[in-house]
């Protein structure tokens, strides 16, 4: 119950009870209505920018909001071990196999660099984990650029090992007549007496003495380019081009087992010791060229022969004796 309000009247000398006016009751009446939705409304305001009350759209809005978060983070961990173990593969790539086969290492600009030109992630602005997405987006962007980068060199590489593997069997690298069917190491590269005019004479091959009709084997893989007795000194004889240019020679022989043209592989039989041309007596006259210059076979028996037996023929190999062709 509202209070009653008296006010004293001097020219009655008593208290009269105060009528409040309608127009004033309205006015308050308003004020306070006013007062009262602009306070409803600052309560709605604080509580919609709080966490106290959402809807349970927002709750699973927040819900993802956080799990996408998450997953982020795990992301970042995966990329930091994808990195790690894509720098290992890198750093072997460049120091171990690239240097193993002598191709040129890639830069670390080549391999870390970045994108240019027009801006990639534009439209991944203007959201509010925008920076932490673009981030992410760039760093895949660039292991997934390095990936491809790798991926070409190693490519590269298993060409390249391909190749190396058809250097190593084209090298002329085993003894062309087998040890149990030799009678020994007549003569090797270097100075030597003529057989027939007893002048010193440089013998730019090795002579194998062997009885006649012993087998001879490729030295390599190879092209057989001549298998005839067209040239001088060497009777019937066979050469074989290698590749990479190598080329080896086989001299004095009594038959053929290959023909021109003929590809044969490392230890293939393509011929019998024998005694023709300009020669002594029964034996193989055995050269290797490398880049149309004859060099010491000896050095290119590293696939047939044992450490003690490359020892005995460089020891017989080194003598200055008299050569049978």
Not at 207 to 215: H, I, L, N, Q, Y
Not at 261 to 268: A, E, F, I, N, T
Not at 293 to 308: C, E, K, M, Q, V
Request: aromatic content about 10%; hydrophobic content about 35%; overall charge positive.
């Amino acid at each position: 119950m509202s209070k009653v309000k008296y006010y004293y009247d001097p020219d009655t000398l008593s208290y009269r009870k105060i009528e409040p006016q309608k127009s004033k009751r309205y006015r308050n009446f308003a004020l306070f209505f006013l007062g009262s939705m602009l306070f409803g409304l600052l309560c709605l305001v604080l509580l919609l920018n709080t966490n106290l009350i959402n809807t349970p759209r927002e709750l699973s809005l927040q819900r993802e909001v956080k799990n996408y978060e998450l997953q982020f983070e795990l992301l970042d961990k995966k990329m930091e071990q994808i990195e790690e173990v894509l720098a290992n593969i890198e750093d072997r790539d460049n120091n171990i196999y690239r240097l193993y086969f002598e191709a040129n290492p890639i830069p670390e600009e080549q391999r870390k660099a970045g994108f240019g030109g027009i801006n990639r992630y534009k439209s991944l602005e203007g959201f509010n984990n925008s920076e932490m997405i673009i981030a992410t987006t760039k760093r895949l962007d660039i292991i997934k650029k390095q990936m491809a980068i790798q991926s070409r060199s190693l490519d590269e590489i298993t060409k390249l090992a391909a190749e190396k593997e058809k250097l190593l069997a084209a090298i002329p690298a085993i003894q062309p007549i087998r040890n149990e069917n030799l009678r020994h190491m007549a003569s090797g590269y270097g100075w030597r007496s003529d057989p027939f005019t007893k002048a010193r004479k440089m013998h730019r091959g090795m002579d194998f003495s062997a009885p006649k009709g012993t087998p001879i084997y490729a030295s390599g893989d190879g092209k057989v380019t001549r298998a005839d007795n067209n040239a001088s000194g060497f009777g019937k004889h066979i050469r074989i081009d290698h590749g990479y240019g190598y080329m080896s020679l086989y001299a004095h022989l009594s038959n053929y087992n290959v023909k021109r043209g003929q590809k044969v592989k490392r230890g293939d039989l393509i011929g019998f010791v024998g005694n023709t041309g300009r020669s002594e007596a029964p034996h193989l006259h055995y050269e290797v060229w490398k880049d149309k210059d004859r060099i010491n076979p000896i050095n290119f028996y590293y696939g047939s022969l044992t450490a003690a037996e490359f020892e005995n023929m460089l020891k017989y190999a080194s003598q200055e004796n008299q050569s049978l062709d």
